[in-house]
């Protein structure tokens, strides 16, 4: 089952969605956001939400062979990708959009993201839950 069409698209299109909407909502122009900061730094707390919910969905694309087991290989390249590459080019592409900004904190909530996506994923993993 875990090579059928099928459960291969249940694990894509959801990775695939979910970053098209990441792109669009980092990339979109500052005025066109809402402006509702519950607390100071709130945004922080987005950005890792946001990239902990790419990271797991890409940890699940690709990585687990007909075995059950972990393709090292493949999960290093997501993880590599989605949790670093991705969250740090789209901060740095936030400086061209207007009305948006770089900001360090926010590649750093970005890749604490990234490692709690990761680190959810590997939990689920290890407890052979049907999520992964």
Request: net charge positive; hydrophobic share 55%; with cysteine.
């Amino acid at each position: 089952m875990p090579n059928s069409l099928g459960h291969k698209a249940f694990r894509l299109i959801p990775a695939l969605v979910w970053l098209l909407i990441v792109i669009v909502a980092l990339l979109t122009p500052g005025n066109n956001l809402p402006k509702v900061p519950l607390f100071p730094h709130a945004d922080k707390l987005v950005h890792l939400g946001v990239f902990a919910v790419l990271t797991f969905f890409w940890c699940r694309v690709g990585t687990i062979n007909e075995k059950g087991e972990l393709k090292i290989v493949n999960l290093t390249t997501n993880l590599l990708v989605f949790s670093i590459i991705i969250p740090i080019l789209l901060e740095y592409l936030q400086a061209f959009v207007p009305n948006r900004s770089f900001e360090f904190g926010d590649i750093v909530a970005n890749l604490l993201g990234g490692l709690i996506g990761f680190s959810g994923f590997i939990i689920l993993y290890k407890a052979k839950h049907p999520l992964v």
